[in-house]
């Protein structure tokens, strides 16, 4: 998320340097490495129909408006449950929830619940 985060303001600082920028001093597993730099790789390439998605599950909220740490939580969990597909839909929720809750706002961690559980809903049908 924190990568993703970056990107929205034109760093492309790599994973150790973001790492070390949050005060992590483990030197991070290359898997690590990879499994994040493919979940940007992949928000890149589906950008577009991402913030779509997120844009029309957001009632009365465009991607522009909403606060970055939101959307980077969103643009991430979004891209999980849409393309990943390699955790269930409940852990990347919960998983996004969390992570709105250390790092968003007051309402972050209800509003991203309610964004991710509008898109996750047709997929549960």
């Not at 992590?24 to 290359?30: G, Q, R, W």
């Not at 589906?46 to 970055?68: N, Q, Y």
Request: aromatic content about 8%; glycine content about 8%.
């Amino acid at each position: 998320m924190k990568m993703a985060y970056e990107k929205l303001f034109g760093c492309d600082d790599t994973y150790a340097t973001v790492s070390e920028i949050s005060g992590v001093e483990a030197e991070p597993a290359a898997e690590d490495i990879d499994f994040a730099n493919g979940i940007l790789d992949g928000i890149e390439a589906h950008r577009e129909e991402i913030d779509s998605v997120i844009g029309s599950a957001a009632k009365g909220w465009s991607v522009e408006r909403m606060p970055k740490v939101d959307i980077s939580v969103l643009r991430v969990a979004v891209y999980e449950l849409l393309f990943e597909r390699k955790a269930p839909q409940k852990v990347i929720i919960n998983e996004a929830v969390r992570i709105a809750t250390k790092y968003g706002g007051e309402d972050s961690p209800r509003f991203i619940n309610g964004v991710l559980g509008t898109v996750a809903a047709p997929a549960e049908k």
